[in-house]
């Protein structure tokens, strides 16, 4: 017989049973719900580049209608000791700096690439931001702000004069320029002058309205907005939709964790229009996504780890590809992360990634990019880590 201790230490463990199978079916998704999305690397991508190339600063990546992957990188900015090949007499024998744009499969073989210093007389110092229009046009611009380009390639000469990149450059795809906003300049930081940009970051191509948006970005604390086709300016505003002539042209407001500052902070280094009609801007060095209307109305903020200090936690962001754009991605370069949050209400729900060196970790994660199969490409700038890598998806 079982006596009446045993008899309540199985009810007990029945009970028990009964409980955690009811979190567990709690904590399952619901049926037709949409999970959180996990990742693990592939290591074997890309393959080895061919002719010798090597790649630096990767500060631009689209996955255009094909599924393929176009990385942008600084080709000036390849170490001399990285690119001994390029030298005369070569300092070694590898390697020589790819040029800017370079096109991969899902394979990571290498199909295209074009462009580079000198491909024209405007061609930006350090190529900054792609975007990718529905013609098939390629929209860049720069991020040199100037100076005496201490940091530049030997092995590639400077032009005569070395100016700041305050333009974007736009391509047809069979790469040639179509136009051109903005000019190279060393003039002072002016938010208020659209004759000239501020070393753009990223750029945003509304093809319904023909209209291009810029993080401008570097120099500036600004959106501004474009013709798509003639390059007319059209509009613009700062932080919290104030008009240009409200914002500040001097040093970037000190960064505090609970005071949002009422200015961009500096370093504006996305901009994204989800599929309802939102503007999505980071500002990196404010920890913070800031949304608006197309015309310029402020809707919201998400504070993004708001403690980080130094060069901040936006470094760039992305919508994943489902018909509602469900989650925001957005690269930590500083904490070597990317997080997933919901788009709705800014929640933290996700991550991928660590601070590291190794496959599938990040030093600075830079750009990021989803195909239509769900694989996730990253890049990465340093030194030492300048990486391109491949995240595919785990149900």
Aim: glycine residues 10%.
């Amino acid at each position: 017989m079982i006596s009446e201790k045993m008899r309540r230490g199985c009810q007990l463990a029945v009970g028990l049973l009964i409980l955690a199978s009811a979190l567990v079916l709690a904590m399952a998704p619901r049926a037709g719900a949409q999970a959180v999305p996990r990742y693990k690397v592939d290591p074997n991508w890309p393959k080895p580049l061919p002719n010798n190339w090597i790649m630096w600063n990767s500060t631009g990546l689209v996955v255009d209608k094909d599924d393929h992957i176009w990385v942008q990188h600084h080709p000036r900015q390849v170490s001399a000791t990285d690119a001994g090949a390029a030298f005369n007499p070569p300092l070694a024998e590898c390697c020589i700096p790819a040029p800017t744009y370079v096109q991969f499969d899902a394979q990571g073989n290498v199909l295209k690439s074009w462009g580079g210093p000198g491909f024209v007389p405007d061609w930006p110092i350090f190529e900054h931001g792609l975007f990718i229009d529905r013609e098939g046009n390629f929209w860049f611009g720069g991020n040199f702000g100037g100076g005496n380009g201490n940091n530049l390639l030997a092995a590639i000469p400077k032009p005569k004069e070395l100016m700041a990149d305050r333009h974007v450059l736009k391509f047809s795809p069979d790469y040639k320029q179509l136009l051109e906003i903005g000019h190279p300049s060393n003039a002072a930081v002016n938010n208020q002058d659209t004759s000239i940009l501020g070393s753009p970051s990223e750029v945003f191509v509304d093809d319904d309205a023909h209209e291009v948006y810029i993080a401008d970005g570097y120099q500036n604390r600004r959106v501004v907005v474009y013709d798509s086709n003639t390059g007319a300016f059209k509009r613009g505003w700062g932080a919290y939709g104030v008009p240009l002539s409200e914002i500040d042209n001097g040093p970037s407001p000190k960064h505090d964790p609970t005071t949002p500052a009422k200015q961009f902070e500096g370093v504006m280094t996305s901009i994204d229009i989800s599929k309802d009609g939102l503007v999505y801007v980071g500002d990196r060095k404010g920890d913070r996504i800031q949304i608006f209307t197309k015309d310029g109305k402020f809707v919201k903020e998400f504070l993004v780890h708001p403690q980080t200090l130094s060069q901040g936690s936006i470094w760039a962001t992305m919508f994943s590809r489902d018909a509602k754009e469900k989650y925001l991605y957005v690269s930590d370069g500083l904490d070597g992360k990317i997080w997933i949050l919901n788009r709705e209400d800014g929640k933290e729900l996700g991550s991928v990634g660590q601070k590291g060196r190794w496959p599938g970790q990040f030093d600075f994660v830079e750009r990021m990019a989803l195909d239509s199969k769900g694989n996730l490409y990253v890049t990465e700038v340093g030194p030492p880590n300048t990486r391109l890598q491949k995240f595919v998806p785990v149900k």
